[in-house]
């Protein structure tokens, strides 16, 4: 018998608990070999209000065990995505969030209002590791005032759910976990990726011509599980885990750490059909120790 | 596109510390155009593929070519006949030969060679006049294979062909087919500004969704050498701003 493999998540019904996660799977038109079946929810590459260049290469570069990006949110604007893409998405069996950025807290307000019922728009991601500049640059996901205020901002404006994809460059994750909680969140998606850098010893300069990237992949997944974990004890809404998942195993440990859900992104880039094999591996280990739903894996989470 | 796990088939030296993988892949094979590419897994490997312009195809085999430049081109090398490799492709946009030219020339240096044996073969079965130009530091570092009516050889210390670089070696042609390091293509837009070229970039996921492998165009804003890549017009490329010098960084 196959195990039940749904969940509940901040006001949305999934069929499984593997999601594409932003920046990693473009606008779900290209990763043609992936098996759709597997795939219980996408969020979009991050859009702001207006297109963005992005930054010059190079762009990403690979470290031991990862990788380093700094593609400076390269996107069409939130005109063009209502156009070119929410009319595809509204056909999808899956439902789709979007990554949503901004330089002030009211420009995700207004990013969350133009994309509020619009079909195929079925939630928010809010990205909270953007700087604020209104505030020196200062990154709304570091500060718990500034978090909440993006997320009241956008909770304002939709009924949609919301969920804030947390930074992990914090001291205490727990602090901006609850913040957000308490400005509205339905769900947290722990976590965005670490800044890091690394340096051309050629060159005798840093690598990306950005200086800093996110750093993702199997790299930095002991470190998310951690804050994942860390961020479910201190909050009662759903977290989904997300860092360097790359097999099912891997989102296992998210899951029994406490997370409702996980988000497969840098993995996509080397398997297009990642995200079917770990959901199907979840679904295997779980037939394997005789459950028959998601919901009775045991969890390690005691409360704070 | 396809995913398949394809196993060596065979390998052979074309030049000093250049060598020709050849797997079994047979729907990338019957799919592959001159100029695209394929994004190779390996395991134990690095984290990420690594792309590789397709050399040849016949039957249901494909070739890349490439050096031991970093760890893992040296790990590909190591491996044998009968070992997997993950293969994804066809990937990008190859060259384009349509338009009615009568002549093409195809300039290459050193293992920019990689797309032009496919670009002889559908030049020449396209009834087009080939000539065939490839150019290194060193005759040792000449890829020994040539395909097409004529071929020039040119290298930086005169010790095989022409001594210079395949640019200068390289005749007028209606259409110019090159690849190459960036800096010798940004000298093939300088002479030929609608030459087609294939450029090299760091890759992330070789499909369109990381947005890494960002080509800076003139008219602003940059797209993706892996989707609307990795051929372009030279003239339509930002060569100040387009990386000359592309070491992966696997450090482990």
């Known amino acids: ?304 | 596109m396809f995913l398949l796990d394809a196993p060596i088939t065979g390998r052979r030296q074309v030049a000093r510390g250049m060598f020709v993988l050849a797997m079994h892949a047979p729907e990338i094979a019957g799919a592959v155009r001159a100029g695209q590419f394929v994004n190779l897994g390996w395991s134990p490997g690095p984290l990420l593929r690594r792309p590789f312009s397709v050399y040849g195809s016949e039957g249901e085999h494909i070739e890349v070519v490439l050096k031991a430049v970093g760890a893992g081109t040296s790990e590909l090398l190591a491996m044998e006949v009968g070992d997997r490799i993950s293969c994804l492709g066809p990937l990008g946009r190859g060259f384009d030969l349509t338009g009615g030219p009568k002549t093409v020339a195809l300039v290459s240096g050193g293992l920019g060679v990689a797309p032009m044996p496919l670009a002889a073969r559908d030049a020449m079965a396209a009834g087009l006049h080939v000539t065939w130009v490839h150019g290194a530091r060193a005759a040792a570092e000449l890829c020994a294979e040539a395909h097409g009516d004529v071929v020039v050889w040119a290298t930086d210390d005169g010790s095989q062909g022409v001594q210079g670089t395949a640019v200068t070696a390289a005749p007028d042609a209606d259409l110019v087919l090159a690849c190459g390091p960036n800096r010798m293509l940004a000298a093939v837009a300088e002479r030929w500004p609608q030459a087609q070229v294939a450029v090299e970039t760091y890759m992330g996921c070789g499909t369109g969704v990381c947005l890494g492998c960002a080509v800076p165009l003139r008219r602003g804003g940059y797209d993706r050498a892996c989707k609307e890549g990795p051929v372009y017009r030279a003239a339509e490329i930002d060569w100040s701003s387009l990386p000359s010098h592309l070491p992966y960084a696997v450090g482990a």
Not at chain 1, 46 to 67: H, Q, S, W
Not at chain 1, 178 to 187: L, M, N
Not at chain 1, 238 to 263: H, K, N, Y
Request: hydrophobic letters at 45%; proline letters at 7%.
């Open chain 1, 1 to 304: 018998m196959t195990a039940d493999m749904s969940v509940a998540i901040g006001g949305l019904q999934l069929r499984g608990p593997v999601m594409a996660a932003s920046g990693t799977f473009g606008y779900g038109t290209e990763v043609p070999l992936l098996e759709r079946r597997a795939l219980a929810a996408m969020v979009s590459k991050g859009i702001f209000l207006r297109p963005r260049e992005g930054t010059a290469p190079p762009r990403i570069v690979e470290t031991p065990g990862g990788m380093l990006n700094a593609i400076g949110l390269q996107g069409p604007g939130v005109e063009a995505l209502i156009r070119d893409y929410a009319p595809r998405w509204a056909e999808w069996d899956f439902p789709v969030l979007v990554n949503i950025n901004g330089e002030s807290a009211s420009e995700y307000g207004e990013l969350a209002a133009q994309l509020d019922g619009v079909p195929g728009v079925a939630g928010f991601e809010i990205n909270i590791s953007c700087p604020n500049v209104e505030q020196g640059g200062l990154y709304f996901g570091n500060d718990p005032h500034a978090a909440a205020a993006v997320t009241e901002a956008v909770r304002k404006r939709t009924k949609l759910p919301v969920w804030v994809k947390l930074t992990p460059m914090v001291s205490d994750i727990g602090i901006i976990a609850r913040a957000v909680e308490s400005a509205g969140a339905d769900a947290l998606c722990a976590i965005n990726t670490f800044v890091g850098m690394s340096i051309d010893l050629n060159a005798y300069r840093p690598r990306l011509s950005f200086r800093t990237g996110g750093l993702s992949g199997p790299a930095i997944r002991p470190l998310a599980v951690n804050l994942a974990h860390q961020a479910a004890r201190a909050v009662r809404i759903p977290v989904i885990g997300v860092g360097g998942i790359t097999r099912s195993e891997d989102a296992l440990e998210f899951l029994v750490a406490g997370c409702a859900a996980v988000q497969v992104g840098t993995a996509t880039f080397v398997n297009p059909k990642a995200i079917a094999d770990v959901h199907d591996g979840i679904a295997a280990f779980l037939e394997s120790r005789g459950f028959n739903a998601l919901g009775e894996l045991p969890r390690y989470l005691p409360r704070d």
